[in-house]
């Protein structure tokens, strides 16, 4: 059900919720961070219309969140076979490299 869905989805924001690290004086990171963060979800919807497809934003995003959750658990647990699972054997080369950068506290990306 939709409902579910949006309440699952207002759920993992309100429970994510961090410093985005932008300068408020630099209006540069404030355009691109307002142009990343509401062409994705209007990207999305775009998609769904074209493909007809079923799936919901929020039931997409919500999937999403939970895979990326448990490819940082794995990372973090160094489980190479359960990453195995979800990604490509490809990314799975880059295994170290990814763990690095995934688990560094210091990294100051935005959405890190």
């Known amino acids: 059900d939709k409902l579910d869905w949006v309440s ?18 630099d209006s540069e990171q404030w355009i691109h961070y307002n142009v990343v963060s509401t062409r994705s979800h209007w990207k999305w919807m775009k998609t769904l219309i074209a493909a007809r497809h079923p799936l919901k934003y929020e039931e ?8 990326m959750r ?27 490299e990814m763990r690095e950068w995934m688990l560094d506290d210091t990294c100051t990306d935005i959405g890190k």
């Open 60 to 67: 997409f995003m919500v999937g999403a969140y939970h895979g």
């Open 8 to 25: 699952q989805l207002k759920d993992i924001e309100a429970n994510n919720v961090f410093d985005l690290g932008i300068d408020e004086n």
């Open 70 to 96: 448990s490819i940082l658990q794995c990372l973090q647990q160094n489980d190479r076979q359960g990453l195995s699972a979800a990604v490509t054997d490809d990314v799975l080369q880059q295994f170290d």
